[in-house]
């Protein structure tokens, strides 16, 4: 009942979200503030059908009800209950009504905003969100419908349908087959949801830049109104990432965070594209030049949402990441060249009203170097697309697979990477409009010498690996160049206002919030790239069997195998942990447990890690082969991966940074004003 | 700004510029859809013809006598096709009885049985095939060229090829029973 | 085809030699066998076509493990890393590299990111070539073109750059 319930709920808000599609083009093309409010209306009203569809299907996934197909596959009587909730988006038809959901959510918060000033854009964005959702619902309609209920047909086959067909009768499966063991770690219950929300807060910008272009209002009104909304999405995006990131040192096994397999690269580009947005319309706001490179770039954030999302669930690529074989690919392969052959043509249309008057008058002021930036951010992206596309050409041509992996990624990103953290050193000290080699070189002198020292100290007592050290350098620079940029502004203010030194300092940051929060992101980012150079440039590992009582060593570190045993965990896993006493320099640091826990219902093993974790180094064991009868005694493999955990503690002062920048204001418009005024006094008063 | 915007020149964008952002568009979209159309097209499907391979036998498992095998020379004889693995749990479920339908139709010489072992390592291979005690001619899959010839989706896979080397039926998963062999090869050898 | 009979008598070659190891109980402190981490070395420039886009040395699933003896056993035989890694590609395909192989149309990979970046620099640089203006024209645009919600940060830094 509740299945059925849920089927027609998603009926109902797929026809309504048309009928808002076709009320919003019917209300801008008459003039009619009836039919535009109508379709609001409309648009206001998926949320709550959506959520009720969803809370239909969560009754259904906690009720453990199998005769629905979706529950049958996604969860299991030994399942805890917080899982089989997130088992939501645990599998394909699921985790597209989830996508609907948030679309609904979001666009709901888009619309609700007031727009007495913008009424024009209103209808297209309620089309844009609408087209979307529409599609997404369809999705669940046609070819996943979470609510479809098991039968046995006459010739005895079972198969899921929504309406049976006559004389087939109703099958009740005992239990269901279980969430995939890879799903059940506590980094992959948040990681997808914030994948997705970075994604689905992407579609309203992107809204916003549409309406822009088919209403001809093509100044930089779209790109302040979605400002705080591509922060958000930004921050949600880069968060999943990070937590991708972590699930997969936690769980895959494999040492590492990052394997540069192509679903991960479909989710990293639609950042590259995000994050050269963020800066590139600085300087459409300040500078009022590069409207047309901002509206490339969003359309092409969109268009990679969407393509990332239709390569993961299509099988168009396969990876430990990619959702079985669906159905959905052929309509999301229409949905996907319809987007983007309307996107462009608009684009092309506009691109002359887009046009500005630009006038650079030095190669070193900031919107050059944010030129720049913006360059290497499409260079990684024209990396990362071509590495993933590559493949498909190969076989397509030559009907030859090949693989294209972290070699030729790594080795072609780190200059470009390189690059990047240099100019993250330098833009932020030139100035808007003019700079000049004297007044740059005067700011980058002092914080350049710094960091040669730093990295000359690196040199005698860490490493002299000569890519480290490059790396070192910049990481040093660029953190001393945030840290002088703080302290130049609070500094000033303190002088100017007569305040406390740190009071100066966070009012500074208050009142300039996204540009101090993105100095904060820039810090987190030199902090993560420790991590990074640690573990890319300096993991090493070992592998050895060996008997109860015996040692493997790596580096300083001394494993001292001392016991092992097997059995059944709390949800019919079986359970095979060893104990690892780990001895550094001869002293007992910690006692690790390396486990495999075999999911008899899916017949998948996991390798869970036993990890001690410090700031200087991490040693991660993995327990590779025991059997209980043999006598060859336990295989393990060890990792010491030096620095990686600045890379996690980087991603919580990112996390800091973005929420600084991001933070809402009560009312963005007063504020500013206010902010104005006073920032008019204060400095009338300081002269 | 906007002063500015009427005053410049309203050139619209180049035509060849237009073309290549759109052949761009058109060549990428073509590139997916052909894949897509690829990974949705499942097996080769009965009533194909299928070209013609060759493939190189292990030796032990020849095929009369010959250590390669040529799709070609097996025309006016039913053919089976096993694509197998010794890894592969699912393939040792219908060992024995695909052997015991190959020793039912060998001596009348109008059935060929070819086993293809699918990104195996040798000595595994050999371990397995002495173990439910094969005799059939068997090879590997070098390459994977035959798997991707025929475009299987996994192991195991039997395909059977009637005398005109027209595939005539495909079992994906592991046989049940020697009578569901036998049935497909006996409705091929009536014709 | 002359390549794949060598290998195939090859391969048959060393599991001859393998079952006799095996046999003899000197294979457990044989001479100087290949450890794990000289295994794992090679294994991890090679992906399994069974569990796509996984290092072949980390890789869980029984084929890859099996893979794994492979390689050693060809270490023991004292094969190079590059006939390793040949006698895979013969095999499995080219798909086992962890790179495209750099032949024929496969150098599309390697050169079509450069050319890209390359132009796409020149398109930059040509753009900024074009704004370039002489710099007499510009006092009064900075100050206009500076949106008015961030005039506190301008000024600031004008301060900051005063005072110094």
Known sequence: MLAQFGYGILLITFLLSLYAIAAAVHGYFTQSTRAIESARRSMLLT??????????????????????????EVTSRSMPTYLKITAWWGGQAGSLLFWSWLMSAF?????????????????????????????????????????????????????????????????????GRGLNPLLRHPGMIIHPPLLYLGFVS???????????????????????????????????????????????????????????????IAAFMPWLTGTAFLHSVMIQEKRGMLKQWNMVLIILTYALVIFGTFLTRSGVLSSVHAFAQSAIGPSFFVFIGATFVTSIALLLHRWNDLRAEAEMKSLLSREALFLLNNLLFMSVLVVCFWGVIFPLISELFTGQKVTVGPPFYERANSP??????????????????????????????????????????IYFTYTTHIIALIGFFLVFFVILVTLYEFWRGARARQRAQNEHFFTALSRLTGRNRRRYGGYIIHISMMLMAIGILGIELFQSETQGTVQVGESLNLQHYQLVYEDIARFTGPDGREVTRAVIQVYKDGQPVAELHPRTDYYWEAQQNMTIPGVRSTLADDVYVLLVDWEPASAIGATFKVYVNPLVNWLWLGSFLFLAGVVVAAWPDKDPESVTARARARGARQISAAD | MTEMNEAAPRRAVPLWAQIFVFAALIGLLALVGV????????????????????????????YEGKSEVRFADLRGKVTVINFWASWCKPCEQEAAELQEAWEYYEPTGAVVFLGADYVDTEPEARVYLKKF??????????????????????????????????????????????????????SLLAE | MPRTLRNTKYVILLFLILTTLLASPAFAQGSNPPTDDEVNAIAKQLYCPVCENTPLDVCPTQACAQWRDLIRLMLSQGKGEAEIKQYFVDNYGARVLNEPPRSGLNWLAYLVPPLAILAGAFIVFRALRAWKKPATASPALQSEADAPADDYVARLEEEVRKRN
């Open chain 1, 202 to 264: 992407y579609v309203i910008p992107f809204a916003f830049a549409i309406a822009a272009l088919i209403t001809g209002r093509t100044d930089d009104r779209w790109i302040r109104l979605t400002r705080r909304w591509s922060l958000w999405a930004w921050l949600f995006l880069s968060f999943g990432l990070v937590l991708g990131g972590r699930w997969a040192y936690d769980v895959l096994g494999w040492g590492g965070y990052w394997g540069w397999d192509p679903v991960e």
């Open chain 1, 47 to 72: 949320f709550p059908l959506i959520s009720l569809a969803a809370a239909s299907l969560i009754l259904l996934l906690v009720q453990g009800d199998y005769n629905v197909q979706f529950v049958y």
């Open chain 2, 35 to 62: 894949t897509l159309n690829k990974r949705q097209q499942g097996t080769v499907q009965p009533g194909d013809q299928i070209p013609d391979f060759s493939m190189p036998l292990f030796s032990g498992y020849e």
């Open chain 1, 416 to 457: 470009l990477f390189a690059a990047l953290m240099l100019l993250m050193g330098i833009a932020p000290l030139s100035a808007w409009g003019h700079s000049t080699m004297q007044t740059l070189g005067r700011a980058l002198w002092k914080p350049a010498i710094a960091a040669g020292l730093g990295t000359v100290a």
């Open chain 1, 107 to 175: 666009a709901t918060a888009a619309t609700l905003r007031k727009w007495d000033r913008d009424i024009e854009f209103l209808p297209w964005v309620i089309v844009v969100a609408s087209v979307t959702l529409a599609f997404f619902l369809a999705l669940n309609i046609l070819f996943e419908d979470p609510f479809a209920r098991l039968y046995q047909t006459f010739d005895g086959s079972i198969a899921a349908y929504q309406f049976a067909p006559a004389g087939a009768t109703p099958v009740v499966p005992a239990d």
């Open chain 2, 133 to 186: 005690g094969i005799t059939f001619a068997n090879g590997p899959d070098m390459g994977t060229r035959v798997s991707q010839l025929f475009r299987i989706k996994g192991v195991p896979e039997t395909y059977f090829i009637d005398k005109r080397g027209v595939l005539r039926y495909v079992q994906v998963g592991p046989f049940l029973s020697v009578t569901d062999i036998q049935k497909q090869i006996d």
